[in-house]
């Protein structure tokens, strides 16, 4: 059973920085993708990130060179490093994971969630 445990959400004012970890159990997970998407209210989910088993990235354009994936197999977790935070990215955060080894962009690519965390972002 696929379980992803998120943490290191909160509140912090614009310009600063957080970093999102999810812990993945059940699984061997060193050939799989590994993503993170957000929500934010009255807004549908969207894809924010993803890491292959190779280590190559995706992001999306509202993040792209604000935001870092990385993966440590080892612990079979990814993070993401978030830096110049905006308000607009105010949004619960939430990770997934899929036993693909090609980029997966969309919400229903996905089986398997955290449970969220929630990201706040002050002026």
């Known amino acids: 059973q696929v379980q992803l445990v998120e943490s290191g959400g909160g509140n912090v004012q614009a310009g600063g920085s957080l970093r999102l970890s999810c812990a993945a159990s059940?699984?061997?997970?060193?050939?799989?993708?590994m993503a993170w998407f957000r929500q934010a209210p009255g807004k549908e989910r969207e894809f924010v990130a993803t890491?292959?088993?190779?280590?190559?990235?995706l992001y999306a354009a509202r993040v792209k060179g604000r935001f870092t994936i990385s993966r440590d197999n080892t612990k079979s977790t990814h993070y993401l490093q978030m830096d110049a935070l905006k308000p607009e990215d105010t949004a619960t955060y939430y990770c997934?994971?899929?036993?693909?080894?090609?980029?997966?962009?969309?919400?229903?690519?996905?089986?398997?969630w955290g449970q969220g965390t929630q990201v706040t972002v002050s002026t």
């Open positions: 997934a994971v899929d036993p693909s080894r090609y980029y997966r962009q969309a919400v229903s690519d996905y089986n398997y």
């Open positions: 890491i292959l088993w190779s280590g190559a990235t």
């Open positions: 059940g699984r061997t997970f060193s050939s799989w993708s």
